[in-house]
């Protein structure tokens, strides 16, 4: 069993269909922060966006949970996957609908970064990943 590590901020809510708890692990040298998210629960689409170098890079720590790339197959993530996602990749990532979800986001150093929402994946298929 999972219990939820960090804290839930309301302030994100928008860029999440569900609860997310956050942790911030290191600011120093790099940025990365433990994401616990309930069953069901998933972030929206978006991108990480850079000029030069960005991306993220994602492991899983705990449960099972998904990932998918636009125009891909959802990819199954459990302890010890690793992602690697490229800048202007749009993507979520998030709990399988009877799991707690657990990991590392690593965001990877770069110029100009930041991340652009689009909108929640739709229920009806996210309900087709087993």
Aim: net charge negative; hydrophobic share 35%.
């Amino acid at each position: 069993m999972i219990f939820p590590i960090g804290e839930h901020h309301p302030e994100f809510d928008r860029y999440f269909t569900g609860i997310v708890y956050i942790s911030p692990v290191s600011d120093e040298q790099i940025h990365m922060s433990n994401l616990t998210f309930e069953p069901g629960c998933r972030n929206h689409w978006h991108v990480h966006r850079a000029e030069q170098g960005g991306g993220q890079m994602l492991i899983c720590t705990g449960g099972r949970g998904w990932y998918q790339a636009w125009g891909e197959e959802a990819v199954e993530m459990t302890p010890g996957t690793v992602v690697h996602i490229p800048p202007g990749v749009k993507h979520w990532h998030g709990a399988a609908k009877d799991s707690w979800f657990s990991h590392l986001a690593i965001e990877i150093e770069g110029v100009n970064t930041g991340a652009d929402w689009y909108g929640p994946v739709p229920e009806a298929e996210y309900q087709k990943l087993k």
